[in-house]
């Protein structure tokens, strides 16, 4: 079953502006890991949360994680045209063999 | 730059043939991932390979077979596939997953984009 979901589906933005996206899931998780995929290549890791952290940075990313709702975002700043992609979060949740568990993705497109 | 490298990135086949999509790390990691990719579906986790051990075949089709030799290498062998078997296969591999400790970040291949006719 589907245990991530990220809203919205597809986001346009410009150049310049923050991109925001957002992950609900449905089980108890050990980490919540986002990834990105460029069109016709593999997903690239970005960010790891953990259960026990709140908020995380990578650049110009930050992470949130909100465990009593089930709920991360991933918040992209200053978003240039190379950021169009699809982002992906992945749960690994509690009791599970460590596999991640992917969400539909959010297909953001960055205007120049 | 990509520590897993697949091949071949594109193939079509018939319903009839015998195929084999490979996949190899270069990172050191002993585990390994089939993943299936359709469009406006979630990524479907198809089998995990850890220490060259089977740990999970998600319900897959008996059309699809793997096979680890080793850590570092990984096939999907295929055999009379369905039209809805066309999709993009991605491969990956972590360090060794394990109960409660999660956090392993996976290192995805380009992919394989399967057309079958």
């Known amino acids: 079953s589907q245990q991530g979901e990220e809203d919205p589906q597809a986001l346009s933005i410009q150049e310049g502006e923050n991109a925001t996206m957002n992950c609900s899931y449905k089980?108890?998780?050990?980490?919540l890991q986002w990834y990105r995929q460029n069109s016709g290549r593999g997903l690239v890791h970005l960010i790891l949360i953990r259960s026990n952290e709140r908020e995380k940075h990578s650049g110009r990313l930050r992470v949130t994680l909100d465990t009593s709702k089930k709920s991360s975002s991933l918040l992209i700043t200053a978003s240039r045209a190379a950021d169009t992609a699809s982002y992906f979060c992945a749960t690994d949740a509690t009791g599970s063999q460590g596999n991640l568990i992917f969400g539909k993705g959010t297909k953001l497109s960055v205007k120049p | 730059e990509t520590g897993v490298t697949q091949t071949p990135r594109h193939l079509v086949m018939g319903m009839t043939n015998k195929k084999s999509l490979k996949c190899e790390q270069h990172?050191?990691?002993?585990?390994m991932y089939w993943y299936k990719q359709s469009a406006k579906k979630p990524l479907e986790l198809m089998f995990v390979y850890n220490f060259k051990e089977q740990t999970e075949n998600n319900s897959v089709p008996s059309r699809f077979s793997p096979e680890c030799p080793n850590s570092s290498h990984l096939f999907l062998h295929l055999h009379t596939l369905q039209p809805e078997d066309s999709a993009l296969y991605l491969c990956a591999s972590s360090q060794d997953p394990a109960p409660g400790r999660g956090y392993q970040p996976q290192h995805f291949g380009d992919g394989t984009r399967l057309s079958i006719l």
């Open positions: 089980t108890s998780i050990n980490n």
């Open positions: 990172l050191g990691h002993n585990a």
